[in-house]
T-cell receptor
């Protein structure tokens, strides 16, 4: 089954404790992205990757890191989480082609206390 | 920079009736794609309908159709014969570069029996 898998789905952590949210897709997609969803703001792009070892900042990259060492994986790293990073996070992937339809993971609800 | 605006934070409709959700956008690109995503309480992001900017014909998917006005930069979603399962948050999104989506703030739609 074609899918984007994020883990964990829920995470509560303390300020300053490094964490990683994993994202993996099995569709051989070139493009992958991370978004955060906040009430009244919709989804905002954090980072974007066009292919292995090629990443670019999105609209809200501060406090986040990413890496793309393999085509299928695109982890999101919070080196020193702060309460303002409490949010719902989505990973998405898409294939180059006629219509760039994005496929989303199930979401990760992160709470930083 | 791209922007997407959904001016209706909440909408409600009676079952079997028709409802229209509004979306306006701004971009200087000539080639782009527009999407409507549905997010039910499960928080999964589900593609409802998509429109290529170079196509003048409005997209239709079963009970869902769009009114795409390129000159006005407007992209509204019409849901006909509303069903209880249509209750969800709806996001309008703009893609000007594969996988780099800009989302609106979202509209919460409630379908009443």
């Amino acid at each position: 089954e074609a899918q984007v898998t994020q883990n964990p789905r829920y995470l509560i952590t303390v300020t300053g404790k490094k964490l990683t949210v994993t994202c993996s897709q099995n569709m051989n997609h070139e493009y992958m992205s991370w978004y955060r969803q906040d009430p009244g703001l919709g989804l905002r792009q954090i980072y974007y990757s066009m292919n292995v070892e090629v990443t670019d900042k999105g609209d809200v990259p501060e406090g986040y890191k990413v890496s793309r060492k393999e085509k299928r994986n695109f982890p999101l790293i919070l080196e020193s989480p702060s309460p303002n990073q409490t949010s719902l996070y989505f990973c998405a992937s898409s294939l180059s082609g006629e219509i760039p339809e994005a496929f989303f993971g199930q979401g990760t609800r992160l709470t930083v206390v | 920079a791209q922007t997407v605006t959904q001016s209706q934070p909440e909408m409600s409709v009676q079952e079997a009736e028709t409802v229209t959700l509004s979306c306006t956008y701004d971009t200087s690109e000539n080639n782009y794609y527009l999407f409507w995503y549905k997010q039910p309480p499960s928080r999964q992001m589900i593609l409802v309908i998509r429109q290529e900017a170079y196509k003048q014909q409005n997209a239709t998917e079963n009970r869902f159709s769009v009114n795409f006005q390129k000159a006005a930069k407007s992209f509204s979603l019409k849901i006909s014969d509303s069903q209880l399962g249509d209750t969800a948050m709806y996001f309008c999104a703009l893609d000007t570069s594969y996988g780099k989506l800009t989302f609106g703030q979202g509209t919460i739609l409630t379908v009443h029996p």
